[in-house]
T-cell receptor
Framework: DTGVSQDPRHKITKRGQNVTFRCDPI?????LYWYRQTLGQGPEFLTY????????KSRLLSDRFSAERPKGSFSTLEIQRTEQGDSAMYLC??????????????FGPGTRLTVT | DAKTTQPPSMDCAEGRAANLPCNHS???????VYWYRQIHSQGPQYIIH???NNETNEMASLIITEDRKSSTLILPHATLRDTAVYYC???????????????FGTGTRLKVLA
């Protein structure tokens, strides 16, 4: 399967601990996105990379959150000093190119974070 | 803020067509409508998208009204595996970063009944 993969699929951590998630996009996709989804809600945009450059961050992304895509391939999302409100599904998506008429994003299975 | 409004839930009999409506009355002229679905505990899956013409692919059909203020996703022969949350999304204008962004609403929970 050459789709978007995420690791781990589930993470349980205690409040105050740091966690890091990894996303491997579809290999030829140069654009990568992180979303957060809480129970009963649709995904909310967090941040976006074009190749290795982080070009946009949502106001949802507090100072405790940092994302990287060092070589323009995989990406990591780190949450420092986790809080119970960080409990959510973290989704990664990737897309190819800049065509205005075809810009679908392909999503990974997500990492479900539970902060106790 | 979400730019789409969908009914929170719908039921459909297996084998029948499922018609999922979406209102996007504030859509701008060059903003596309996308549909995704999310099966429990999985990431959203792309279904179809369109600008102003009706579209059809192997999964579904998308009917967009002439004024573009609403659309309907049609699953022609629903199966139990189509049970999912369906999101109607407006892809907003490029931001300063040049990327298109999806604005998700809360979706429609479709339950296909045997």
């Amino acid at each position: 399967d050459t789709g978007v993969s995420q690791d781990p699929r589930h993470k349980i951590t205690k409040r105050g601990q740091n966690v890091t998630f990894r996303c491997d996009p579809i290999s030829e996709h140069n654009r990568l996105y992180w979303y957060r989804q809480t129970l009963g809600q649709g995904p909310e945009f967090l941040t976006y990379f074009q190749n290795e450059a982080q070009l946009e961050k949502s106001r949802l992304l507090s100072d405790r959150f940092s994302a990287e895509r060092p070589k323009g391939s995989f990406s990591t999302l780190e949450i420092q000093r986790t809080e119970q409100g960080d409990s959510a599904m973290y989704l990664c998506a990737s897309s190819l190119g800049e065509r205005a008429d075809s810009y679908e994003q392909y999503f990974g299975p997500g990492t479900r974070l539970t902060v106790t | 803020d979400a730019k789409t409004t969908q009914p929170p839930s719908m039921d459909c009999a297996e084998g029948r067509a499922a018609n999922l409506p979406c209102n996007h009355s504030t859509i701008s002229g060059n903003e596309y409508v996308y549909w995704y679905r999310q099966i429990h505990s999985q990431g959203p899956q792309y279904i179809i998208h369109g600008l102003k013409n009706n579209e059809t692919n192997e999964m579904a059909s998308l009917i967009i009204t002439e004024d573009r203020k609403s659309s309907t996703l049609i699953l022609p022969h629903a199966t139990l595996r189509d049970t999912a949350v369906y999101y109607c999304i407006v892809r907003v204008r490029p931001s300063t970063s040049g990327t298109y962004k999806y604005i998700f609403g809360t979706g429609t929970r479709l339950k296909v009944l045997a």
